[in-house]
Each structure stands twice: as structure tokens, then as C-alpha cells.
Nanobody, 119 residues
């Protein structure tokens, strides 16, 4: 499965961005799609996950500000980033695969898209 992200950029604090991730290839109908991020010098961390049946989970740091959604017909997942803070600055990665509890199986990653929030 190939994943292509888009929508990153430079925005001022308080601003908004919308990230997109389009998947192509052999995609299981019960896959999960999610967003992770990695800031300089830090480990990659989970931002949000959307399951195939529409359930969404968020990191505490983004709850109420970010919204994940997916269009199954287009095999695309979106991340709406509102009320952005400088600490949201990171490379955002898309991930898809089968999620069994907290373990990903047959997963794949996108190449990442940079989000920079200026103060």
C-alpha cells in the first residue's frame, strides 16, 4: 500500500491546516488509518486514529483541536488541525493497516508532511 500525504505548511499560532493522505494498492476493508507526528529530537507519537467503522481516538494533546475523518470510497484520511500551537510543529505521517488492539499488522507509512507553527 502506498500512502501520499499533502496539506502541510507554515501557519501562525491559532491558525488551521488540513492534511490529506491518499492510499493506493491492496487495501483491506477493515483497515485503520491514522496520523502520527515526529518533532525534532523527539520520538514519533500517535496523533489520531480512525477505524474502518468510524471510531476515532486522539492523543490528549490534540483533543478538541484536531479532527480525523476518512472517506472510505476514496481510501483517504484527513486531519483537520485547528487552534495550532508552536508545539504542534512536526513532520506528520500517515499510517494504515490492520489494528489489533494497539498493535498494527501489515501496516504502511507515508513519507510525511511538514507542519510548522510560528509563534
Amino acid at each position: 500500500v502506498q500512502l501520499v500525504e499533502s496539506g502541510g505548511g507554515l501557519v501562525q499560532a491559532g491558525g488551521a491546516l488540513r492534511l490529506s493522505c491518499a492510499a493506493s494498492g491492496t487495501i483491506f476493508s477493515n483497515n485503520a488509518m491514522g496520523w502520527y507526528r515526529q518533532a525534532p529530537g523527539k520520538q514519533r507519537e500517535l496523533v489520531a486514529i480512525a477505524t474502518s467503522n468510524g471510531r476515532a481516538n486522539y492523543a490528549d494533546s490534540v483533543k478538541g483541536r484536531f479532527t480525523i475523518s476518512r472517506d472510505n470510497a476514496k481510501n483517504t484520511v484527513y486531519l483537520q488541525l485547528n487552534s495550532l500551537k508552536p508545539e504542534d510543529t512536526a513532520v506528520y505521517y500517515c499510517r494504515q493497516g490492520i489494528l489489533r488492539g494497539v498493535v498494527w499488522v501489515d501496516d504502511s507509512w507515508g513519507q510525511g508532511t511538514q507542519v510548522t507553527v510560528s509563534s
